[in-house]
């Protein structure tokens, strides 16, 4: 599942941050950021009627993500 369908409030893990084109500045400071496979990760809100951007939290730092920088994020449900 990608990040930008995971529901609000719900844990998950990252599984990888996927390159769009050689080189991807965008992926490439995504990681930088903390978006690496195995971080906990979940969705704290949306923007208005589900739009951009999303706030994400890693840790106990949030971002403010795009929806189709978000997309670039494979999650997995965690328990």
Same mark, same amino acid.
């Given at each position: 599942? #990608?990040?930008s369908?995971?529901? *609000? ?6 599984? =990888? ?11 490439? *400071?995504? *990681? ?9 990760? #979940?969705?704290? =809100? ?17 971002f403010?993500l795009?929806r =189709? @920088? =978000?997309? #670039?994020?494979?999650? @997995? #449900?965690s328990?």
């Open positions: 599942m #990608r990040l369908e995971l529901s *609000r409030d719900v844990p998950a893990v990252i599984l =990888a941050v996927d390159d769009v084109a050689q080189p991807d500045p965008i992926a490439g *400071r995504l *990681r930088d950021l903390g978006f690496v496979a195995g971080e906990a990760v #979940r969705v704290v =809100a949306n923007g208005p009627f589900g739009g951009d951007p999303m706030l994400i939290q890693i840790g106990f730092t949030q403010a795009r =189709a @920088e =978000a997309a #670039r994020v494979q999650v @997995e #449900r328990v």
